[in-house]
């Protein structure tokens, strides 16, 4: 394999793997205190829609413009759709929110049952968001590693608290603290799955300008997960500061970073 595909498969698998420190998060962390979920959410949501549109689209488009000076924009724009309605697509086909009465009728089925039920849904449901997020991870470190590991960073803090929501209906409906974190490591590992299918498509299939449209299709999926998904939960866990709060030190803190990596 080449060497400098490695630390990026390295990246994108310790950020998969931040689902199971969420679970572990489960047995220490009271329920109810959510102000610091809400902070971290928003602020890797706020990481997430800077580097998109501040690095990740200006990327794509100087890849493009060595092959498409005239068009090159459009296709970072057409890109960027793409990723959106792929993101979309996979929200519709497979909701975050699942009506507990779809899985078993309220008569025969036990409150653990239905609560065990859910969390291994919300298992499955992770696993498929996260795929696109490690091929997005993959694909970003490939071209500029600092860039990658900020993207990285982001996608590890949001998986923390994906991680608590897997297990903690299966802990609760269980007792059982390992099959929790088992749930948490499946829900995680398809991130590194995502980069190493990620890797395959580079390295025979992707001709070089069709990565510059992949990299704005990583952008949509990104930003579309951070409105999508990310506000509204942190929203929902804080008040409107907690959320603010976290989206403007995310921004500021990747804003920072990247300077700081520019000087060096």
């Not at 394999?1 to 420190?21: E, F, W």
């Not at 092959?67 to 990723?83: T, Y």
């Not at 900020?150 to 991680?163: D, K």
């Amino acid at each position: 394999m080449d060497v400098s595909y490695k630390i990026p498969l390295l990246m994108t698998l310790l950020a998969g793997l931040s689902t199971v420190l969420g679970g572990f998060l489960t047995f220490f962390i009271k329920r109810t205190n959510l102000k610091a979920l809400s902070v971290g959410l928003g602020f890797s949501a706020g990481v997430m829609i800077f580097l998109s549109f501040t690095e990740i689209l200006k990327t794509s488009n100087e890849m493009l413009y060595a092959f498409f000076p005239v068009h090159s924009r459009w296709l970072v724009f057409l890109g960027f759709g793409l990723g959106v309605f792929v993101a979309f697509l996979i929200d519709y086909f497979l909701p975050e929110h699942i009506e507990e009465d779809l899985f078993c009728d309220q008569e025969k089925c036990t409150r653990q049952h239905k609560i065990r039920r859910a969390g291994i849904l919300t298992a499955i449901a992770i696993s498929v968001h996260n795929f696109p997020e490690g091929m997005a991870t993959f694909f970003v470190s490939t071209q500029n590693l600092a860039l990658g590991a900020s993207v990285a960073l982001a996608i590890a803090i949001h998986n923390i608290p994906e991680g608590i929501a897997v297990a903690l209906p299966i802990y609760h409906a269980t007792g059982k603290k390992g099959l929790a974190i088992w749930y948490t490591f499946l829900s995680g590992i398809s991130e590194p799955i995502g980069a190493i299918i990620g890797l395959i498509a580079l390295h025979y299939f992707l001709p070089q300008a069709a990565i510059g449209i992949l990299f704005a299709g990583v952008a949509g999926i990104m930003v579309y997960i951070s409105f999508d998904t990310l506000l509204p939960l942190s929203r929902e866990y804080g008040d409107g500061h907690y959320s603010v709060f976290g989206i403007m030190s995310g921004i500021f803190f990747i804003w920072v970073s990247l300077l700081l990596m520019n000087q060096t």
